[in-house]
């Protein structure tokens, strides 16, 4: 009965490679969102989501990449990973022009 | 655009007392400042927002202010408790809902029992 849900919950990978986080909310919210959280606890959004737009954050680098097959989806793809991506990525949900947003629980990515 | 300052970065409290956190932030077409709380290992969830056309908004034990003549806001926490140790986080939102939410830097929170 998770609200909004992230897998896989941790992700060790190496430098170079290609992954995807998934994110599903069953909310049956509009809006989806990617946030990086660094190793300060700092919050950034990186990409917002409904089925009219996408907004990006400009300075996240081309690398990563947000995929809806689905109202109720939104993955994140990242190629050529490297070191400084390491972080926590919260998906997050709110419902159209509504004011809360509903996180998961996070993706720990280390990138080796 | 918006930029959202917080202090403290950390603050310990004994159990029983107040802790009040402090946020700024930059543009002053920002309307919705919501409080965020994370706990660890989780994700942030709500706690209490405010509105640009309000001065002032308590749920129980926790109130937020808004100066938007200073452009700052706060967060209140009376009769702290242990459960209230955290990682909490202001934002503001230039669009009045959950969209484009700016982040402060989080204020760890740590009542002492």
């Keep these: ?112 | 655009g918006e930029n959202v300052e917080q202090h403290p970065s950390t603050l310990s409290v004994q159990e029983g007392d107040s802790a009040v956190i402090k946020c700024t932030y930059s543009d002053s077409a920002s309307n919705y400042f919501p409080w965020y709380k994370q706990e660890l290992g989780k994700g942030p969830q709500l706690i209490i927002d405010i509105r640009s056309n309000v001065g002032e908004k308590k749920d129980q034990r926790i109130a937020v202010t808004l100066n938007k003549t200073a452009k700052h806001f706060s967060l209140h926490i009376t009769e702290t408790q242990p459960e209230d140790s955290a990682v909490y986080f202001c934002a503001a939102s230039l669009s009045g809902s959950a969209r484009q939410l700016t982040f402060g830097s989080g204020t760890q929170l740590t009542v002492l029992p």
């Design chain 1, 1 to 112: 009965d998770t609200a909004v849900s992230q897998t896989p919950k941790y992700l060790v990978t190496q430098m170079g490679n290609d992954k995807s986080i998934k994110c599903e909310q069953n909310l049956g919210h509009d809006t989806m969102y990617w946030y990086k959280q660094d190793s300060k606890k700092f919050l950034k959004i990186m990409f917002s989501y409904n089925n009219k737009e996408l907004i990006i954050n400009e300075t996240v680098p081309n690398r990563f990449s947000p995929k809806s097959p689905d109202k109720a989806h939104l993955n994140l793809h990242i190629n050529s990973l490297e070191l400084g991506d390491s972080a926590v990525y919260f998906c997050a949900s709110s419902p159209h022009s509504n004011t809360e947003a509903f996180f998961g629980q996070g993706t720990r990515l280390t990138v080796v």
